[in-house]
């Protein structure tokens, strides 16, 4: 993937993790927010924005499963 578009999809991440913020779920970033990186941060390296990426996807799935199974019950 070209840097370009991981800071596209860094975006859209970040738009998600906004919303669910925003939300009243009370979801909390800790190790993204701990990287110090944003999208906006274009002059970060690829491999930044990739760690980004992954952290971020990873926490979000997180707390989706987590959210999940906690209203199924």
Not at 39 to 57: D, M
């Amino acid at each position: 993937m070209k840097k370009e578009e991981l800071v596209h999809l860094h975006m859209l991440l970040a738009q998600l993790k906004k919303y669910c913020e925003d939300g009243e779920l009370g979801w909390d970033f800790e190790k993204y927010n701990g990287l110090g990186i944003t999208p906006f941060q274009v002059h970060r390296s690829k491999e930044e924005h990739k760690q980004a990426i992954f952290v971020l996807g990873t926490e979000l799935a997180s707390m989706t499963a987590k959210n999940h199974f906690s209203v199924n019950r």
